[in-house]
T-cell receptor, first 115, second 113 residues
Framework: QKEVEQDPGPLSVPEGAIVSLNCTYS??????FMWYRQYSRKGPELLMY????GNKEDGRFTAQVDKSSKYISLFIRDSQPSDSATYLC???????????????FGKGTLLTVNP | GAGVSQSPRYKVAKRGQDVALRCDPI?????LFWYQQALGQGPEFLTY????????KSGLPSDRFFAERPEGSVSTLKIQRTQQEDSAVYLC???????????FGPGTRLLVL
């Protein structure tokens, strides 16, 4: 079992829909949680960065972290065709031999928003 | 340029050839990282530099992989005697410190035939 599990999709939604993406993880040492967006043939671009548990909102994006369940989510409201990309969760943390700089990524979920 | 740049963007190598991949981090960024992204997978950590010091090379898959950052800015990832399983996108990232946001370059797509 990988440290970070993410359903690769693909996920296809109509424009304007609310999108829910999520990851589960097994390493309780993870403290820093990130969501990256990656367009085809581009590098990952940071969308959201959360430390420990809780919610964080930025425009149409909301990130949630539930450390007790080892579950993180990204919600996209009023999705747009320009949101079509692969969404990668990533995390890092001290403890159990971990490090706060080494990002462990999920596989990525391919999202298509149809006009 | 304000972002991380990588060259070449694409590289085709014959099995057994040596390749060198270059990364230019954001100016002033202390930390530099290399990741490997196989097709359909998330990036996987290879190695980490703080200035010119390579502090972590635990992710390098074999001794054929070597990375350096001699002056604490530009970094080169070298792969000797390339194998087909080395085919992947090699991503470079930099950050101001250790826990700050990692900014990724566009990657070098390596295909070994």
């Amino acid at each position: 079992q990988k440290e970070v599990e993410q359903d690769p999709g693909p996920l296809s939604v109509p424009e304007g829909a609310i999108v829910s993406l999520n990851c589960t993880y097994s390493n309780s040492a993870f403290q820093y949680f990130m969501w990256y967006r990656q367009y085809s043939r581009k590098g990952p671009e940071l969308l959201m960065y959360t430390y420990s548990s809780g919610n964080k909102e930025d425009g149409r994006f909301t990130a949630q972290v539930d450390k007790s369940s080892k579950y993180i989510s990204l919600f996209i409201r009023d999705s747009q065709p320009s949101d079509s990309a692969t969404y990668l969760c990533a995390m890092s943390g001290y403890g159990s031999g971990g490090s706060n700089y080494k990002l462990t990524f999920g596989k990525g979920t391919l999202l298509t928003v149809n006009p | 340029g304000a972002g991380v740049s990588q060259s070449p963007r694409y590289k085709v190598a014959k099995r057994g050839q040596d390749v060198a991949l270059r990364c230019d981090p954001i100016s002033g960024h202390v930390s530099l990282f290399w990741y490997q992204q196989a097709l359909g997978q998330g990036p996987e950590f290879l190695t980490y530099f703080q200035n010119e010091a390579q502090l972590d090379k635990s992710g390098l898959p074999s001794d054929r992989f070597f990375a350096e950052r001699p002056e604490g800015s530009v970094s080169t990832l070298k792969i000797q005697r390339t194998q087909q399983e080395d085919s992947a996108v090699y991503l470079c990232a930099s950050s101001l410190g250790t826990v700050e946001t990692q900014y990724f370059g566009p990657g070098t797509r390596l295909l070994v035939l």
